[in-house]
């Protein structure tokens, strides 16, 4: 049974910046340099809504609503996720979650194993 745990959300003012962190643990046998992993994001009233997802090789796909603004990244070797936001708007503000599984859904809300999700709140 894999395990997420996010970190790193919080409130800030449009145009600052945020890192989120997710840690994966409990993957067995199978190394987690073998999961896609994507971020998402659900705002009160909203659908869940893919933000970005990469896989160990580096692929990437981003939404086009947080493009040039948000950056997803991976360190294999320790289990990590991150995700770089600048520029952030309030329309940013939603609970962010991290997602693994060994197929790749992309920003499909598929995925296998999630986080509990962390706040972001981004004023104005």
Known sequence: ????????????????????????????????????????????????????SIYSGGSTNVADSVKGRFTISRDNAKNMLYLQMNSLKPEDTAMYCCAADRINWLLIDSYSYWGQGTQVTVSS
Do not use: D, H, K
């Not at 409130?11 to 971020?39: D, E, H, K, P």
């Open 1 to 52: 049974q894999v395990r997420l745990v996010e970190s790193g959300g919080g409130s800030v003012q449009a145009g600052g910046s945020l890192r989120l962190s997710c840690v994966a643990s409990g993957y067995g046998y199978i190394n987690y340099f073998m999961y896609y992993t994507a971020w998402f994001r659900q705002a009160p009233g909203n659908e869940r809504e893919g933000v970005a």
